[in-house]
């Protein structure tokens, strides 16, 4: 069993940065791939990153390339999102998730959900 608890949204303006980070718990967390979603009002909750189990291998979706970046630190169970260049569009509950494969490969599919974390830009 893994419980994943995000921090670190907030409102921030255009252009500006934040870091998101979702906390682990259980020895098990460098066994799953992790993926950050979004979920903005009215749309689907999409995957914005993903990150393979040893942190070697990321992706990003097209809207976020270049601005975010995930990481992970297996030692302290967590996994990061940073994201620069803030856009309004970028405005969404972010989530974090945990994948039941180590690698980016394949349909995935999410053992474990954090809560959300909400973020705001203003234009």
């Known amino acids: 069993q893994v419980q994943l608890v995000e921090s670190g949204g907030g409102l921030v303006q255009a252009g500006g940065s934040l870091r998101l980070s979702c906390a682990a718990s259980?020895?098990?967390?460098?066994?799953?791939?992790m993926d950050w979603f979004r979920q903005a009002p009215g749309k689907e909750r999409v995957s914005v990153a993903a990150?393979?189990?040893?942190?070697?291998?990321?992706r990003y979706a097209d809207s976020v390339k270049g601005r975010f970046s995930i990481s992970r630190d297996n030692a302290k169970n967590t996994v990061y999102l940073q994201m620069n260049s803030l856009k309004p569009e970028d405005t969404a509950v972010y989530y974090c998730?945990?994948?039941?494969?180590?690698?980016?490969?394949?349909?995935?599919?999410?053992?474990?959900w954090g809560q959300g974390t909400q973020v705001t830009v203003s234009s």
């Open positions: 998730a945990a994948r039941n494969t180590r690698v980016l490969i394949g349909t995935p599919k999410y053992d474990y």
């Open positions: 259980g020895r098990t967390f460098s066994m799953y791939a």
């Open positions: 990150i393979s189990a040893s942190g070697g291998n990321t």
